[in-house]
């Protein structure tokens, strides 16, 4: 049962178009891992853990997507850098989803890493069998 479950949160993060559909992923992720800690649910709270790390790294992916400062139908901005029309800026959109520009660029960093080394830093870091982190699965991608 755990098993699907743990399936159906992967593939929803994959799924996710929106920033704050994975946010909200994420939010709950947390709560279910404090939950667990709570109840030292060791097993539960490393496979949330993990959930949140993917969590984390689907909202680089996206992040990585926005545009900075998305140009208006005239090109023009107005002062203060914003643009004219009714578009919104990629720090705009951040906000709204209650992610900040460090949180969005740690977590843009996190999706640089290719596919295969983070799941194989993912794995690593799975063995030692605690809650793995961003900055365990950085050090894994570090030293190889």
């Given at each position: 049962m755990e098993l699907i479950?743990?399936n159906?949160?992967?593939?929803?993060l994959?799924t996710c178009?929106?920033?704050d559909?994975?946010?909200?992923?994420?939010d709950?992720?947390?709560?279910l891992q404090?939950?667990?800690?709570?109840?030292?649910?060791v097993?539960?709270?490393?496979?949330?853990s993990?959930?949140?790390?993917r969590a984390?790294r689907?909202i680089?992916?996206i992040?990585?997507?926005?545009?900075?400062?998305?140009p208006?139908?005239s090109?023009?901005?107005s002062?203060?850098g914003r643009?004219?029309?009714?578009?919104?800026s990629?720090?705009?959109?951040l906000a709204?989803?209650?992610i900040?520009?460090?949180?969005a660029n740690r977590?843009?960093q996190?999706a640089?890493i290719?596919e295969?080394?983070?799941?194989?830093a993912?794995?690593e870091?799975?063995?030692?069998?605690r809650p793995?982190t961003?900055?365990?699965?950085e050090?894994?991608?570090?030293?190889?």
């Open positions: 479950k743990y159906e949160a992967r593939y929803a994959k178009a929106k920033i559909d994975v946010k909200e992923i994420n709950k992720m947390e709560a404090h939950y667990a800690k709570i109840k030292g649910d097993e539960m709270e490393a496979w949330v993990e959930i949140r790390l984390k689907r680089g992916e992040s990585k997507t926005l545009e900075t400062m998305p208006t139908e090109g023009a901005m002062g203060g643009p004219t029309t009714g578009t919104t990629k720090v705009d959109l709204e989803a209650g900040s520009k460090s949180v977590c843009e996190l640089s290719p295969e080394k983070f799941e194989n993912l794995a870091a799975k063995d030692k069998h793995v961003v900055a365990m699965v050090n894994a991608v570090k030293k190889k």
